[in-house]
């Protein structure tokens, strides 16, 4: 059981490049989510997934998109990296987003935006 | 808006001494959740509270919920250096908010 894994680790992007982040859970969760990490900003929603086919906009969505592939995987795309969206993103999930928000995170993504 | 408030935002104390950290705010929430990251890893659930005024313990951590459910404590007895990390809450109602995190720094 890998529970929640994430890819890349670690990623350097010039100003405009683009990426995907990748995610993947293997504890059959209904809801998964895309958090980014600041020094003194705390775990800043980006988006989230109630249930495989829906996706909605959490607290700082501007310059991502998401995808929920399948119930296991979701996905993060920065289409124009701007050196704002440096920072350390995280993959979560839970169980049923209406009665369990107990999360269970990747180990995150550390990227820089030169 | 929701906030969940932690405080304090440092502390580093020797190991053996006693701690509690808060979390607190001005809503009222259905649970309250307290996880624990470390360096260059993501957030580990500790407990989740879901009762006003209960209390869950794991070992030399002892977790209340506040009786309106607005607010909620972690006290760590006799810390040790394995108990440093960045302590975050998280209140749920229709949605899940994080608080900022108290840094703890548990000194040998």
């Known amino acids: 059981n890998a529970g929640v894994t994430q890819t890349p680790k670690f990623q350097v992007l010039k100003t405009g490049q683009s990426m995907t982040l990748q995610c993947a859970q293997d504890?059959?969760?209904?809801?998964m989510y895309w958090y980014r990490q600041d020094p003194g900003m705390g775990l800043r929603l980006i988006y989230y997934s109630a249930s495989e086919g829906t996706t909605d906009k959490g607290e700082v969505p501007n310059g991502y998109n998401v995808s929920r592939l399948n119930k296991r995987e979701f996905s993060l795309r920065l289409e124009s990296a701007a050196p704002s969206q440096t920072s350390v993103y995280f993959c979560?999930?839970?169980?049923?987003?209406?009665?369990?928000?107990?999360?269970?995170f990747g180990p995150g993504t550390r990227l820089t935006v030169t | 808006t929701q906030l969940l408030e932690q405080s304090p935002q440092f502390l580093s104390i020797q190991e053996g001494e006693n701690l509690t950290v808060y979390c607190n705010s001005s809503?009222?929430?259905?649970?309250l959740q307290w996880y624990r990251q470390e360096p260059g890893e993501g957030p580990v659930l500790l407990v989740t509270?879901?009762?006003?005024?209960e209390v869950k313990k794991l070992k030399r951590l002892t977790f209340q919920f506040g009786d309106a459910r607005k607010d909620s404590s972690l006290h760590i007895t006799a810390a040790q250096t394995g108990d440093t990390g960045l302590y975050l809450c998280a209140g749920e109602e229709d949605k899940i908010i994080f608080g900022k995190g108290t840094r703890l720094h548990i000194l040998p």
């Open positions: 509270v879901v009762t006003g005024g």
């Open positions: 809503s009222v929430f259905s649970s």
């Open positions: 504890m059959n969760h209904n809801s």
């Open positions: 979560a999930s839970s169980g049923n987003y209406r009665s369990s928000y107990e999360q269970y």
